[in-house]
């Protein structure tokens, strides 16, 4: 195989120096803000004091902040952030000569840190926060794993009690990220468990459940509230989360801006949106300015499709209805994806900030179908070395796609995309793939209304 020698190195590389001192906060940019979280009992706008009762006081006040643009990176975090970070840029020549585009592909790596995501980026925040504030502990919820590793190392790091409610499907096809958590001394219950009162509810209604993530986030809300000096953390989703992700984007940024570089697409695999919302931050905030523009892509599946096809509407974000109500693309707090979904990214919602940006023409969103994503992982995997994500092989998807269409078209385009982590602990997933055994399901409109039926009914919403 002949490479042609190459201006841009394969990593563009940071120095320590170059790691951003500030968080960039995208909603002081924003015209239109994202709506409030709601009081469900009220309807009223959660106050501060509220959200204290849930959360570390810190990240209610960045949680409300919609007007500071840049927010310093405390020294501590920073220097945890050092171990592993500035994460790598890599211009992925062996995948463009593989498909034979003239496109110029890029994509930021954030999966080379044990817990094998960016998850961490919010993590080691989060539990600052709660450490900073005095607490004892936090508790949260966690679907394939990654986030709730990576808020184990840090609770580890900082010496704090860490309590993760898993997604019982998970619990039982990942018994080796179980017990990565244990052994950064987390505490993992698989959900719906019968420990609390809403687990109990739940199982009794669904009996046999493999659970969801809105499941477990109730579950460890309820932990939270119900004993003192505990908060509970989330790994997505909360504007706060968007802004500690902002790291990535401000990196990729700097490392292009060393090049000249300035991407036409940047594309995202969306869950909850957290990556998604870090790694477009800076180039949406020139957007947002009027400085540049982007043709910003947020991927999703096929088959829990809360961009493309679902409401934008106000919601809870837990099955057992006891969290804010979050204005959001969403399925209903009801909806599960079907159990032959393997690649990740199955909340319901989506964060309040992408949703007012995709509903404002800011950005586009795609779904995707899961053999495709794998075969684009499997392609992905072969040529570049790294074993993707399931959930970042939506954003390898696109970006092949997007590749693809450079080559009938001849146009030499930059694509950015997010390589949110690893797929170590995703090898069930691989397997079924590497059987012929995976099938794809696409909810009908009659699975998604059963999800609308459930939405709340809030006043003054349509
Ligand atoms: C959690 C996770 C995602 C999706 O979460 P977002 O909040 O949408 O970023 C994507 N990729 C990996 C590897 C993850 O662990």
């Given at each position: 195989m002949s490479i042609k020698a190459p201006e841009i190195p394969y990593k563009i590389y940071l120095s320590e120096e170059e790691l951003p001192y500030s968080w960039y906060n995208m909603r002081a940019d924003m015209k239109v803000?994202?709506?409030?979280?709601?009081?469900?009992?009220?309807?009223?706008?959660?106050?501060?004091?509220?959200?204290?009762?849930?959360?570390?006081?810190?990240?209610?006040?960045?949680?409300?902040?919609?007007?500071?643009?840049?927010?310093?990176?405390?020294?501590?975090?920073?220097?945890?952030?050092?171990?592993?970070?500035?994460?790598?840029?890599?211009?992925?020549?062996?995948?463009?000569?593989?498909?034979?585009?003239?496109?110029?592909?890029?994509?930021?790596?954030?999966?080379?840190?044990?817990?094998?995501?960016?998850?961490?980026?919010?993590?080691?925040?989060?539990?600052?926060?709660?450490?900073?504030?005095?607490?004892?502990?936090?508790?949260?919820?966690?679907?394939?794993?990654?986030?709730?590793?990576?808020?184990?190392?840090?609770?580890?790091?900082?010496?704090?009690?860490?309590?993760?409610?898993?997604?019982?499907?998970?619990?039982?096809?990942?018994?080796?990220?179980?017990?990565?958590?244990?052994?950064?001394?987390?505490?993992?219950?698989?959900?719906?468990?019968?420990?609390?009162?809403?687990?109990?509810?739940?199982?009794?209604?669904?009996?046999?459940?493999?659970?969801?993530?809105?499941?477990?986030?109730?579950?460890?809300?309820?932990?939270?509230?119900?004993?003192?000096?505990?908060?509970?953390?989330?790994?997505?989703?909360?504007?706060?989360?968007?802004?500690?992700?902002?790291?990535?984007?401000?990196?990729?940024?700097?490392?292009?801006?060393?090049?000249?570089?300035?991407?036409?697409?940047?594309?995202?695999?969306?869950?909850?949106?957290?990556?998604?919302?870090?790694l477009i931050a800076p180039f949406m905030g020139e957007k947002l300015r009027g400085e540049a523009d982007y043709r910003i892509i947020a991927v999703e599946p096929a088959s829990c499709p809360s961009f493309t096809r679902g409401r934008f509407a106000y919601d809870f974000c837990d099955t057992g209805k006891i969290c804010p109500l979050a204005k959001m693309y969403t399925l209903g707090s009801g909806f599960i994806p079907s159990p032959n979904h393997a690649g990740g990214l199955r909340f319901h919602g989506m964060s309040s900030t992408l949703s007012q940006l995709y509903h404002d023409g800011l950005m586009e969103a795609r779904a995707v179908e899961q053999t495709s994503v794998f075969e684009a992982a499997e392609l992905f995997a072969r040529v570049e070395g790294i074993l993707p994500a399931p959930e970042s092989s939506h954003a390898i998807r696109v970006a092949i796609d997007e590749a693809l269409r450079c080559r009938e078209t001849g146009e030499a385009k930059d694509i950015l995309f997010g390589l949110t982590g690893t797929g170590y602990f995703d090898l069930t997933a691989y397997q079924k793939f590497n059987d012929g055994a995976m099938s794809d399901y696409i909810p009908t409109d009659e699975d998604l209304a059963r999800g609308f039926a459930g939405l709340p009914q809030v006043p003054g919403q349509d």
């Open positions: 803000k994202p709506a409030p979280l709601l009081n469900p009992a009220t309807g009223a706008p959660m106050s501060a004091e509220e959200l204290g009762g849930v959360f570390c006081a810190e990240l209610v006040e960045q949680e409300l902040d919609n007007d500071t643009a840049y927010i310093p990176i405390p020294r501590e975090i920073r220097d945890f952030y050092k171990m592993y970070r500035p994460s790598p840029l890599v211009r992925a020549y062996c995948l463009e000569q593989k498909l034979d585009t003239p496109a110029h592909i890029y994509y930021k790596f954030e999966g080379n840190n044990t817990s094998g995501s960016h998850k961490l980026n919010s993590a080691i925040a989060q539990a600052y926060y709660a450490k900073k504030q005095g607490l004892r502990g936090v508790t949260t919820e966690t679907g394939a794993g990654q986030w709730g590793t990576a808020l184990s190392m840090a609770c580890a790091y900082l010496g704090l009690d860490c309590k993760v409610f898993m997604v019982k499907v998970s619990y039982e096809q990942k018994p080796f990220r179980r017990e990565v958590m244990r052994t950064y001394g987390a505490d993992v219950t698989p959900s719906p468990s019968p420990t609390t009162a809403v687990g109990r509810k739940i199982l009794e209604e669904f009996p046999g459940t493999t659970g969801s993530l809105g499941c477990a986030i109730s579950e460890a809300v309820e932990v939270a509230v119900s004993n003192p000096g505990y908060r509970y953390v989330l790994g997505s989703v909360l504007n706060q989360v968007l802004l500690h992700q902002s790291v990535i984007g401000l990196e990729a940024k700097t490392a292009l801006d060393k090049y000249g570089v300035k991407p036409d697409v940047i594309i995202g695999c969306a869950g909850g949106g957290s990556n998604l919302g870090g």
